[in-house]
């Protein structure tokens, strides 16, 4: 049930992996010398500081509640630790949850029909097999992030040792979990309607609410 890479499996440091990730894709934006790919990625940028500090928090309030920031030890830890701080962890997971949803470009924070507006704008110069190592690493950061939820919020059906059996078990059940929230994610998409880029803050400040309510449920202890 170990992480074999449990030295390097922070918290934090995945977090800010994944900033690291948008800056550069935006950088790529701006590189490109296109004016349109540079409102792409000055969109791109704010999008990520909207959305980071509710990640960042929610995340922050499982490590508490565990007591650790390893990915390891949160994940063995956290089914106890709903029934220690329960409303806690469940608005922490609500927050991380909505972030999620940003991550993966869905709407109202990206459309298909649209996408070199809004979150695949530093994309326009981009073709060929340059086009398709970038959409790649688009659809491989969102594989990431849902199963980041998935090991830290739904921390179960893992393995139990290291046998083929076991690894098969697991492997399968984290297919179906990664089914369930890809569909889950479609379904709330195609319940919503696309907004203006500007009236974004308005909507991730749920998001941060919600964090924030997490950490206030940990510290009065429920």
Known sequence: RQSPLGGVADLITFAYVFALVR??????GIDSGSSFASIGASRELTLGVLVEPTMILSLVVVALVSGSTNLGSISASIA???LQAPMAIMLAMAAFAFTVFIEMGKLPFDM???EQELQEGPLTEYSGAGLALLKLSIGLKQLVVVQLFLVI???FGKAANWSLP?????ALILACKLLVAFLLAGIIENAMARTQFVRTHK???YGLGLAL???LAYLVGI
Do not use: D, K, N
């Open 213 to 215: 309510l997490a950490l």
């Open 153 to 155: 919020f739904l921390p």
């Open 166 to 170: 076991a690894l098969i078990g697991a």
């Open 112 to 114: 298909a029909e649209a």
């Open 80 to 82: 106890g630790g709903y």
């Open 203 to 205: 909507l991730t400040r």
């Open 23 to 28: 800056l550069f894709f935006a950088l790529s």
